[in-house]
Each structure stands twice: as structure tokens, then as C-alpha cells.
């Protein structure tokens, strides 16, 4: 799946359109707070980024994704820009983009570079998992989680933050980290609120899932 990015929602609709016509899917986002809630929910092959964006631009979200430990690490990036200049070309690259446009473009170059970077990365799959947490799976790529094939319903934030611990089991994360990898403002005590709220649909009130790491934080621990 493409997740095309771009504050202008008429290259949105457009590129969308023309790369469906090439029967990729595609999800959209205006801003790096979708963005963010997209990826804690799904899974994407690749992103087209725009760079000038309002209050965070494209290079400040790329650098957060590429310094994070997440699946979407090493998610492919395609900048998209209305400036060509060499310095920005180059910061881009340097920032984790793996490939540069300068608007206008062609839409069949832009297929032909997906193409291409889609090629050299498939020999890297990403890790699909299902946790097991007792009589719940949880789906980490779609981060759905269920009980007895029935689904649960999570909030946007819940899903985040079930999914950043799915993605990394046993391992504990402190509220701040917690809060800095959700990427919009949560505080330390929402975060409390949200592994609260997910232990009642999880029936972990004893923590038996949803560990307490004493002095640290929170850490999910699924059955063997």
C-alpha cells in the first residue's frame, strides 16, 4: 500500500487517482499527525512526502520515523518538492529519503521510481505477528484486536499505543517515550489513562498483559 502525503488536497485526490489507476492501493494524509495515526494502524510498502508542510514540515517527520524503533524504520520515502535546489536535495537524502521529486513531475516517473525502490527493497518483508494475550489476539499490522473472532473496538490512541508495544514484546517503554512515539500532545497521565482503558477491554485488570515496569513504565507481555 502507498500512503501519499501532501497538504494539497488536490495532488492528494490526483495522485491517489493516477496511482490506483495502476492498481496500487492508496491511503492519503494532509498533515504529519495523520500520518502518524495511519502508520500505528496499518501497514504501508512506501510514503510520497511532501516537504512543505504546515507546522511540521515532511523532513521533520522523516527524521522522527527514521530514529524510531518501529516497523516503519526503514519504510520506504519518496520526497516531493516544489524547490530543486542542490542543498535541499541533499538534506532531504541525508534525512532517510530514498528518492527525490521536484513538482511538477511526470506521474509515470513517479510510478517508475516506486517501481524501483519496491524492487530493491522486497527482499525485505515486513513482520506481520498476531499476539496471543490470553483469549484475545491482537493484529499488530492492522492493530485490531479480537476475542473469539469477534473485533474490539479500540480507539485511534489505543491502537497506537497497544501497537508500539506489540512491536517490540517484553520490552518496557517509559510514559514519556510512549507519549514523544504516539507524535501529538499526550501527557505522561493520558498515558496512564490509555493502558487503564485497554487492561478493561483486554480483562487484565491484574496486569497479567499490560505489565507495570516499576521505576520505568509499561510493557506488554503476550503468552508464550
Request: with cysteine; proline share 4%; charged share 25%.
Amino acid at each position: 500500500m502507498v500512503l501519499v502525503v501532501d497538504d494539497d488536497m488536490r495532488i492528494r485526490e490526483l495522485l491517489a487517482k493516477f496511482l490506483s489507476d495502476y492498481s496500487y492501493r492508496v491511503q492519503t494524509a494532509a498533515n504529519a499527525a495523520q500520518v502518524r495515526v495511519l502508520l500505528a494502524s496499518q501497514h504501508f510498502d512506501i510514503m510520497i512526502l511532501d516537504i512543505m508542510m504546515p507546522k511540521e514540515t515532511g523532513l521533520e517527520l522523516l527524521t522522527t520515523i527514521r530514529i524510531a524503533q518501529s516497523s516503519y524504520k526503514h519504510m520506504p520515502v519518496i520526497l516531493l518538492t516544489a524547490q530543486d535546489g542542490l542543498d535541499e536535495k541533499i538534506h532531504g537524502l541525508m534525512s532517510g529519503a530514498d528518492d527525490y521529486l521536484t513538482k511538477p513531475f511526470e506521474p509515470k516517473e513517479l510510478i517508475a521510481r516506486i517501481e524501483t525502490i519496491l524492487r530493491r527493497t522486497k527482499t525485505k518483508p515486513s513482520i506481520v505477528v498476531d499476539l496471543s494475550l490470553g483469549d484475545f489476539v491482537f493484529k499488530v499490522e492492522k492493530a485490531a484486536l479480537f476475542k473469539n473472532n469477534e473485533d474490539i473496538r479500540l480507539t485511534s490512541t489505543e491502537q497506537m499505543v497497544l501497537r508500539i508495544l506489540a512491536q517490540h514484546p517484553y520490552q518496557p517503554f517509559s510514559r514519556t517515550d510512549l507519549a514523544h512515539r504516539i507524535g501529538f500532545v499526550i501527557s505522561e497521565r493520558s498515558i496512564d489513562v490509555q493502558i487503564n482503558r485497554l487492561r478493561r477491554k483486554l480483562e487484565d485488570e491484574s496486569g497479567k498483559y499490560l505489565k507495570t515496569i516499576r521505576h520505568v513504565g509499561y510493557a506488554l507481555c503476550p503468552d508464550s
